[in-house]
Each structure stands twice: as C-alpha cells, then as structure tokens.
C-alpha cells in the first residue's frame, strides 16, 4: 500500500457519506495529528455554471458523471499522494457555481473522499485503497433529502421533487448502485454507525502502525 491511504465513501444522495467522513476525521485528527488526515468533497468539484441562466441551471443533471470535474479531483488526489498541498474548490449548492475562494487542503496520510459517483469510474477507482458504499435505504436519503435541499440548498418541495424524478432516482439506480460492487466495505443505516466507524478507524490505525 502507497503512503498515503485514500478512503473513498460513496453512495446515494443524502445517505450520510459527508457525516460518516467527517466522524471519522473528528475521532482520529487529535490522534494522528495535523498532516495525519483530511477530506476531499466530489461536490466541490461540481462544474462552474456561472455562465448560463439560473433556468438553465436548475434544469441541469446533477447526478451524471459529467456534471462533475472528475478529472481535478483525480490530479488533486494525485498531488496530496506526492505530498503537494492542494486548493479544493467550494461549490454552492445554491447558486450551482463554485464560489471564487477555495480551501487549502495540506497533503495527508490518510484521504478521505466522499461523493455520489466516486465508484462508477474506473480511473477514479484506481485512486482508492478502500472502498466504503453507504447502503442506506432510499426512503430514509430521500426524507433527508427534501429537508436539507429546503433548509440548506434554496430549494422547494416542488423543484425538490422534480429534480427527484427526473435524475436523482434514475441516477441511483443506473450509477450509483451498481458501483457498490467495486466497495470493500457496505455500511447500513447510515453515517452513524458505529461499529463501521470503528472498523474503518482500526484499518487507519493498523495502516498507519505498518
Ligand atoms: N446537486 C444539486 N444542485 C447542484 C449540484 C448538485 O441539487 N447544483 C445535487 C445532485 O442532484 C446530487 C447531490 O447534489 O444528487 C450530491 O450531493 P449529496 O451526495 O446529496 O451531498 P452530501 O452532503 O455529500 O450527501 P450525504 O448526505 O451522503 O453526506
């Protein structure tokens, strides 16, 4: 195994990957220290839309594998492997364009990378030492969906729905789902379970001690 070990947790929309991540980072960051770990977002390398119209926009598919910059996100884990320090875009959910600062992200012994279609390509694959797929059912992501898309993503119940059927269920079950075969590790009931929390730290650890 590299260096560096790169995590990636996938799985649908709203299933938990950014609180299972971001778990895990908060219970080993004191432990492994300031160069120890750190989180990439496949969100945050959603293409800019700031030259279309907010209605074009909104009728974009957020859910295809061209929506996102694969590519950046591919050199930027490149970088960290090599020990070059990284700018990771910001994106907003709301505007649908990447805001203009971006977050320096510091090289890491440990990766984490957290998105909806980060196992459906095969040369992201190739990135990854573990595979995490958040198998959470899609009741349960599309409750959390509606809630959040309200409450943190400028949107209605109405364009929340749309989009729904449109894209983000098709796109779950012609992706999303059939990558979970490429994950090492199937997580049930979401970004708060603890004992895949505590796996996934123990593997860190045991990687971290060889
Ligand atoms: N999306 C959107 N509008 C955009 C860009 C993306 O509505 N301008 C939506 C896509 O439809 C896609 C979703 O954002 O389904 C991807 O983000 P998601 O995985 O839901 O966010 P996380 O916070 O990573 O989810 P989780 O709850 O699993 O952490």
Do not use: W
Not at 54 to 75: C, G, I, W
Not at 124 to 153: A, N, W, Y
Not at 185 to 209: C, F, M, P, S, Y
């Amino acid at each position: 195994m590299s260096k560096t070990t790169v995590i990636a947790i996938a799985g649908a929309s709203a299933s938990g990957k950014s609180l299972f991540a971001s778990t895990v980072y908060q219970e080993l960051v004191a432990e492994l220290g300031s160069d120890g770990i750190a989180i990439l977002a496949e969100d945050a390398y959603y293409r800019d839309q700031s030259h279309m119209t907010m209605e074009q926009r909104v009728l974009t598919n957020y859910d295809q594998p061209s929506a996102f910059e694969h590519d950046l996100l591919k050199q930027h884990i490149r970088d960290l492997r090599d020990g070059k320090a990284v700018e990771m875009p910001q994106y907003s959910h709301t505007t649908h364009t990447r805001l203009p600062e971006s977050i320096p992200v510091a090289p890491a012994k440990v990766i984490m990378v957290e998105g909806i279609l980060l196992l459906t390509d095969p040369s992201l694959r190739e990135q990854f030492d573990i595979s995490v797929f958040m198998d959470t059912p899609l009741d349960v992501c599309l409750l959390r969906r509606i809630k959040r898309d309200i409450e943190e993503r400028g949107r209605n119940l109405q364009s929340v729905t749309e989009q729904y059927e449109k894209y983000v269920r098709p796109a779950f079950f012609d992706h999303i789902f059939p990558s979970k075969q490429y994950a090492d590790l199937v997580v049930t009931r979401g970004g708060r379970n603890e004992i895949a929390i505590d796996i996934i730290k123990t593997k860190i650890r045991q990687l971290l001690a060889e």
